[in-house]
Nanobody, 124 residues
Framework: QVQLVESGGGLAQAGDSLRLSCAAS????????MGWFRQTPGKEREFVAA??????QYTDSVRGRFTVSKEDAKNTVYLQMNNLNPEDTAVYYC???????????????????WGQGTQVAVSS
């Protein structure tokens, strides 16, 4: 049974850092695309970052501040978030894709499995 469990969210002030973790089970992360998305009330879930076997992608608003990584030995994916700002406030979701081409990594529909989300709140 595939399961994704996020952790590491919480309250932060502008300029702070947080690291989100996503523990995967039921499959191995070393040959899957793992993505991070976020959602605020009333808005669609948006792409944040993704990592595959040899490459990474970021949305423009987080590039240079966020870093996605994974530790295959632990079957865990991370999102290091630096220099946070209030616009980063959202529920962050981890997702796994077993089929996506690299050109589709930023599409929600490319991911078959999702975690329950972890809240990140950034105050100014």
């Amino acid at each position: 049974q595939v399961q994704l469990v996020e952790s590491g969210g919480g309250l932060a002030q502008a300029g702070d850092s947080l690291r989100l973790s996503c523990a995967a089970s039921g499959f191995t992360t070393n040959n899957r695309v793992m993505g991070w998305f976020r959602q605020t009330p009333g808005k669609e879930r948006e792409f944040v970052a993704a990592i595959g076997r040899h490459s990474k992608q970021y949305t423009d608003s987080v590039r240079g501040r966020f870093t996605v990584s994974k530790e295959d030995a632990k079957n865990t994916v991370y999102l290091q978030m630096n220099n946070l700002n209030p616009e980063d406030t959202a529920v962050y979701y981890c997702a796994a894709s077993f089929t996506a081409f690299e050109s589709m990594w930023n599409h929600r529909q490319s991911y078959e499995y999702w975690g329950q989300g972890t809240q990140v709140a950034v105050s100014s």
